[in-house]
């Protein structure tokens, strides 16, 4: 039995519908008993910040799907290894590898890498770059119009599919030869925010406009939907050069067998969410 936590999210939920189609036991962690999880995929409620809630979720399981920044990530992975779980993917990001513990996104992924290296447990580490989601954060400007603000528009990534985050990590719980891997995972080109809302603009048949914000723009609206330490984080990351996500890697092609995903299948795949 493998074990999906996040199993709603972007990535998990891409995870629990690809092994199900592979024919593989899987059990799907949420936290709502109601959450919404595709045919034959066995359901567990329990809350990853309160590792005596897992029990039944960590039963028979052998290999588990996690996301970094639980609140006590060694006790969780203690209880999940004592349970008898063999092999641990955790979903990181590229931040990870900066080690930069006064910077607080940094930290969390950092923390939750080096807790997953020391639990005792084999594991497979997934860094991927900006995920394609994050497009979906414009829907409130969509629905009221054709213009999109984006905050840092000179600032290219390349962003990856969660179907592609998923494939990988398919293969890391499923395959041979992942343990103690670190997987750096991009999409197959780097885009500018305005390419992306073009792509989109295209897939929708509509006349999107992209606005770049200015710094003090972008940092006020940021802070109005986020903690300020992370708005910090992310204006070093993307004004200070702390991180650059506009390398396209090949790592999820190596591991896969196919081509990384491009936006334009994403937006197409996920147009009915606009």
């Not at 000179?154 to 179907?163: F, I, L, T």
């Given at each position: 039995m493998l074990l999906v936590?996040?199993?709603?999210?972007?990535?998990?939920?891409?995870?629990?519908?690809?092994l199900a189609a592979r024919g593989v036991p899987v059990r799907a962690l949420a936290r709502r008993p109601d959450a919404d999880l595709p045919p034959g995929t066995e359901r567990a409620t329990g809350d990853l910040d309160r590792p005596d809630t897992l029990g039944h979720a960590l039963r028979d399981v052998r290999g588990m799907f996690l996301l970094p920044g639980y609140a006590d990530m060694p006790g969780l992975l203690e209880r999940a290894r004592e349970a008898g779980v063999r092999h641990v993917v955790l979903l990181s990001g590229g931040s990870a590898a900066l080690e930069d513990l006064t910077n607080a996104v940094s930290r969390y992924m950092t923390l939750s890498e080096r807790a997953v290296r020391d639990s005792g447990m084999s594991w497979t580490l997934l860094r991927p770059r900006a995920f394609m989601s994050n497009a979906l954060r414009w829907l409130p400007q969509l629905r009221a119009g054709d213009e999109v603000r984006v905050p840092f528009p000179?600032?290219?990534?390349?962003?990856?599919?969660?179907?592609d985050i998923a494939a990988v990590a398919a293969e890391a719980l499923t395959g041979?030869?992942?343990?103690?891997?670190?997987?750096?995972?991009?999409?197959?080109?780097?885009?500018?925010?305005?390419?992306q809302v073009a792509v989109l603009g295209t897939v929708l048949g509509r006349p999107l406009r992209c606005v770049g914000l200015s710094d003090e723009e972008a940092r006020a609206e940021m802070e109005a939907g986020m903690p300020a330490e992370y708005v910090e984080a992310f204006f070093r990351f993307y004004r200070g050069g702390d991180l650059d996500e506009s390398q396209v890697l090949d790592d999820l092609v190596?591991?896969?067998g196919r081509p990384a995903r491009t936006f334009a299948q994403w937006a197409t795949d996920n147009r009915h969410r606009f």
């Open positions: 936590t996040g199993a709603t999210g972007n990535t998990g939920s891409e995870l629990v519908r690809e000179d600032v290219p990534a390349a962003c990856v599919d969660p179907r041979e030869g992942h343990e103690g891997c670190v997987y750096e995972l991009t999409g197959p080109q780097s885009l500018l925010p305005a390419d190596k591991v896969t």
